[in-house]
């Protein structure tokens, strides 16, 4: 039977599982009827890059006639980098005349985006938007904060950042602008000054019943003023922070916690959160917690393992430190692990610490653990890895982990797999209900990436190719073994991605340095292919991250937040004019 032919409540639950943008286009080529029911998935989650010459396509989409408008629920925006010339010159051009070539250097256009911005807000409709969300590091204006704030009065999640001007006296005069959000359940701080601070404290004053926040703040990018020196909490002062967020549930011995179900705390000092955090926030409350660089992790953590603090109901666990910690850290953070059950998601990213986490405090979560990321590196920035009695404990005992991400042993591209990586292999291979694998240590190509930007291309090429066919092995003895042993789909194992390298950029050569050829995370997932003989074999198909999401859901440890995005010590590298 044929999709048309379908009853109408049938074919809206068949478009519900087509995710991927560009099938939902051709969904909506297909006739009148088809596009009625496909245009409302297809402008659900609208995701843009702004600020360059790709703005003009958007007059299409932005036509008081386009049907799909009052459908937009999530808009995510990202400025777009665009090259500049910088005026310097090298010999090792790629050009064949011989001349020098022009070095050239990735910008951003944040005036071009707030006109664009400014029309996209222009031209929604109004109350359709859940949430909007902006992504350049660069301020928004307040003037399309403030529409956004008067036209959108269906907002779910709201966040609050960095705006060229302020804010907070625009409100004392139209208070009505943070008014009437009767759905707003998550909201997102990420202050850069004192004004910024005022203005989201009296959100949280309006709507005390959020369900989710995010604290971030981003003093240091503030150009205009400096970081005070009370921004956290001491041991004998409330920080600015603090005392500015809660001023209205003022003093905190006496006010009654907010009932979060996810905490976010990002570049936040806890080094003392008795007489602040802990009584504003009920973490035994809390369904997901993520502590991303913050000082005194180990104080927190060590206050959460106590009996009366600690959450009861924490699904979602994220830790992620890239300081110079005390190894007591990591034992606190074990400690805390050892206190809390039925953790599904767990997400540990290290940087200049001296081992991993004990396997014993992970495989604790045995009977719930679904989501593993592992990730660690010392001072020197040596990668942990695992043993392999440790990873045989943990893939023996944690059978329920549908996605994987850890530190494989150093290997060389090359025709056979290494003794100890195929243990590995194998190891892994008992995590029967296995979706996504990723290997976050890059394998060492045949050849560095060094030459001429040509050069380097050429030999990413041939070092993809190996990826490949590394990747291709890996999903045949999955297939193979699953097939043995009877498991995972029966003719198949259940391994639909498998992906190489950290997310956000990395290092593929080793050398850590800013002049390094460094790339993103590169993943490949199942697909087949059909000889001339019209027989069909399994295929390994490099994709991104973002069509990986589409391809296969369960690959959410690929995604790309900001904290990767923004990493400062991998830098935009100039590179050559082509």
Known sequence: MLLVDLPVDIKRLVIEFITRPVDLKVLCLTNKHIRELS???LYRNVSLRVGGQQDLRLTGMLHPGNPGLKHVHHIDLRLERWAKPTGQRTSDSDDSSGDDGELVEECVS??????TVKMLLDYLPRDVLESFTWHPWEPISVENY??????????????LGPIDRHLNPILERTPQLYEGFTDLKQLDFYPDSVDRLKAAQKLLKTYPKITSLSVMPVFEYNRKESTPDDLFDSSTRVGLISRTLFSHVAPFEQCEPHLLKTLVMNDVNVRYPSDTWLKLVKFSNLEKLEIRECVGADVLFSKLSKPHLRPTRLKTLRWMDDRWSEPHTLEAFEGFLDGVTGIENLNIWLSRMESLPKVEAITRHRATLKTLVVYSRNHGYDVHTYSEESLNRLCSECQNIRQLSITFPEMYVSEVFPAEF?????IVGKLHNLITLNIRRWPTPRESFSGTFKDAEKQLRFYEYDLQRLSQFIFESSDTDAADHGYGLGHRSKLAVIAWGPPGPSLRDGHD????????QIPFVRGTITDPFGKTSLHAVKTTW??????EPESTILSHSLYDLHDPEYGIVPRKRR
């Open 39 to 41: 245009t409302p998935a």
């Open 110 to 115: 944040a005036r071009f985006a707030q006109l």
């Open 146 to 159: 403030c529409l956004l704030l008067e036209k959108q009065k269906k907002l779910q999640y709201l966040e």
């Open 422 to 426: 195929q243990i590995y292999l194998d």
């Open 513 to 520: 340095t800013r002049d390094s050829y460094s790339v993103t």
């Open 546 to 551: 973002r069509l990986a999401e589409y391809l």
